[in-house]
């Protein structure tokens, strides 16, 4: 199988100094979804440079150590 995109990136350099943001949806019936992005610097990013978690597949940073 061909390598993908996440398989070769090597992540951002850490001179470019990209701060990230997270944003928390709890909605009232439940289901919390946690969304991580870098701050947008284009339109575009907002729309697509972003990943999200829902409520079961969160891990206790507790439970990793």
Do not use: Y
Request: glycine share 6%; proline share 9%.
């Amino acid at each position: 199988m061909p390598p993908t995109e996440s398989d070769t990136h090597e992540g951002v350099p850490q001179d470019e100094g990209v701060v990230f943001i997270a944003n928390v949806i709890d909605p009232r019936e439940g289901g919390r979804t946690c969304t991580i992005s870098p701050v947008p610097k284009t339109e575009t990013e907002l729309l697509d440079v972003w990943i999200s978690a829902d409520e079961d597949s969160f891990v206790s940073l507790e439970d990793v150590r």
